[in-house]
């Protein structure tokens, strides 16, 4: 298996810009987290669907953050309008509930994409 | 309020020594806790669980201890390789599928 894809890699932009982020979970897996990673505030949980369902989004800073989950193979994290705040690595993972095992075992992270809005 | 703290400052150790990193938490009763290792510009890369019956885990050079008591978790890499130098994540899951991270302790392991 490939792993968790994103793309874009690196996105630079303007602000009040629309940005699209992308990701590809590990196929099977049924849990897609989104998280924001920043030098100020660390690692943050922004949002994360099971079954292609939003299961808990309290992560999400504020309306101009959305994200979907059309199928089990693809979800976007999109920004609108961008502001240079926003700037960070999102990362998307993946995960699967496996037998005998807690909830939330195990997250296969992507690469990232780093965003720099200006 | 509820935290997770690791030591905000680099460690840095000689090559052969044991590094120990801290994880300390409050306000929160994790079923498990976790830790991830981090390289710059990749994601977190899953290393070890450890479940609030277990008091240590270890795997290869590896071992984590976890005091429900203390609410601490201590991350032990022994006969150290500058190839563990990374940056190294405490996270705890709260409940379903959500996990907290730490900020990461930043390790370096001098040849």
């Known amino acids: 298996d490939a792993g968790v894809i994103q793309s874009p890699r690196h996105e630079v932009t303007e602000m009040g810009q629309e940005v699209t982020l992308r990701c590809k979970p590990i196929?099977?897996?049924?849990?897609l987290f989104w998280y924001r990673q920043t030098m100020m505030r660390g690692l943050e949980l922004l949002i994360y669907?099971?079954?292609?369902?939003?299961?808990?989004d309290s992560g999400m800073p504020e309306d101009r953050f959305s994200a979907k989950m059309p199928n089990a193979s693809f979800s976007t994290l999109k920004i609108q309008p961008s502001e240079p705040r926003d700037s960070a690595v999102y990362f998307c993972a993946s995960s699967t509930r496996t037998s005998g095992s807690p909830a939330g075992e195990t997250q296969y992270f992507g690469p990232g994409t780093r965003l720099l809005v200006l | 309020s509820q935290k997770i703290e690791q030591n905000s400052e680099a460690l840095n150790i000689q090559e052969g020594k044991t590094a120990t990193l801290t994880c300390n938490y409050t306000?929160?009763?994790?079923?498990?806790l976790q830790w991830y290792r981090q390289d710059p510009g990749r994601g977190p890369v899953f290393l070890l669980l450890i479940r609030e019956n277990e008091k240590e885990k270890r795997k290869e050079r590896l071992k984590v201890t976890f005091d429900t008591t203390l609410k601490q978790s201590l991350f032990h890499i022994t006969a150290s390789q500058p190839a563990d130098s990374a940056t190294y994540l405490c996270?705890?899951?709260?409940?379903?599928?959500?996990?907290?991270f730490g900020a990461g302790t930043r390790l370096f392991v001098k040849a």
């Open positions: 306000n929160y009763s994790p079923a498990y």
């Open positions: 196929s099977g897996h049924d849990y």
């Open positions: 669907f099971n079954n292609n369902v939003p299961i808990d």
């Open positions: 996270a705890i899951n709260t409940g379903g599928f959500k996990t907290i």
